[in-house]
């Protein structure tokens, strides 16, 4: 797979986990675990930090279903280096293209986020509360410099964004011993690829910060098309 600068498509994986499996509910309750797992499946030593391999991952709990954990990468990943628990199944990973979009093309999206901003006296990040506040920062990511990436659609009928903002409980993580929490907001809606390079390359680096902890992961697919891209729900 070559790079996002110079290519199309994306590597997808997905590990598969039944309905209440301890070894699952004890792995999704630690985001910091959920990260180390992803990254066995990338080459050890220098280079293999998560932004070298544009690692994005999300964890989809269905109440009948169990859980769906959907890794993404632009870096060829290799499953079998992952050691996973006895009752879990991991799909072979895929080549995914994203030649599909294009200047023009709607697209309904899934977003995953950790709407923040930095404090200006420590430098610390904190929470943005609210929908007008979470939604002006997911439409400051429609620029890049001076050049707009996508345009989040307008409702014709009322006048407002086709934007869904929903606040999410809170997702634990533990690094070095010490516990802390992430603000977790899903942003769905419709929006129009103006730059699609760009666009492309924004679906493989991510929206945000925390991306290490299954946040970012930009999920969009052709509008009214009901085959999900660049990932398989």
Known sequence: MTTPDSDCTVG????????????????????????????????DGPGNRR????????????PAGGTNLLIQSTTQ??????????TWTIDPPREITLAH?????????????????????????????GPEEQGAWLLRHQQCG???????????????????IKDEADRACRKG???????????????????AQSFRRLLHAGV?????YGFGYLNAFPYPSPTLSPSVA
Do not use: C, Y
């Open 208 to 212: 945000g910060p925390a991306k290490s």
């Open 177 to 195: 011993g010490r516990p802390f929490h992430f603000r977790s907001t899903l942003f769905t809606g419709t929006l129009t690829i103006n730059d």
């Open 12 to 43: 997808l994986f997905r590990i598969r986990m039944p309905p209440r499996d301890r070894a699952a509910a004890v792995l999704l309750s630690d985001l910091h675990e959920v990260h180390r797992l992803t990254m066995h499946a990338f080459p």
């Open 51 to 62: 932004e070298d391999h544009n690692v994005l991952w999300r964890a989809d709990t269905h």
């Open 146 to 164: 001076d050049d707009q990436i996508f345009t989040v659609d307008t409702d014709p009928t009322t006048n407002e964004l086709a934007l869904v």
């Open 101 to 129: 979009f294009r200047d023009g093309t709607r697209a309904r999206f899934h977003l995953r986020a950790n709407p923040t901003k930095k404090n200006h006296h420590d430098g610390k990040r904190v929470g943005l509360n």
């Open 77 to 86: 990943p290799d499953p079998e280096r992952i050691r996973p628990a006895t």
